[in-house]
């Protein structure tokens, strides 16, 4: 069965970190696409961080302050995030590309001021 876990939500002060972790049930080795997602409520899910082919993206927000890695051993994908901001409260989804598109049950990161 086809499964991502996310881990390593939770509540922080502004100006805090968390790293979250998307392990998956397969290997990841190949993946050219998976990233992190996140949705606030009232909003729509938006992208936070990813690879894509040989890019990294991330979203104008967040850039300078998260990071996205991975480790291929570990069929786990991170976000570290540094500085967060209360604006950053949202569900975190981790999702991964393999021939399916694959979502993860979300973490909800909440940040307060």
């Known amino acids: 069965q086809v499964q991502l876990v996310e881990s390593g939500g939770g509540l922080v002060q502004a100006g805090g970190s968390l790293r979250l972790s998307c392990a998956a049930s397969f290997s990841i080795f190949s993946i050219n696409v998976m990233g992190w997602y996140r949705q606030a409520p009232g909003k729509q899910r938006e992208l936070v961080a990813a690879?894509?082919?040989?890019?990294?993206n991330y979203a104008d927000s967040v850039k300078g302050r998260f990071t996205i890695s991975r480790d291929n051993a570990q069929n786990t994908v991170y976000l570290h995030m540094n500085s967060l901001k209360p604006e950053d409260t949202a569900v975190y989804y981790c999702?991964?590309?393999?021939?399916?598109?694959?979502w993860g049950q979300g973490t909800q990161v909440t940040v307060s001021s």
């Open positions: 999702r991964m590309v393999r021939g399916n598109d694959y």
């Open positions: 690879f894509t082919g040989d890019n990294t």
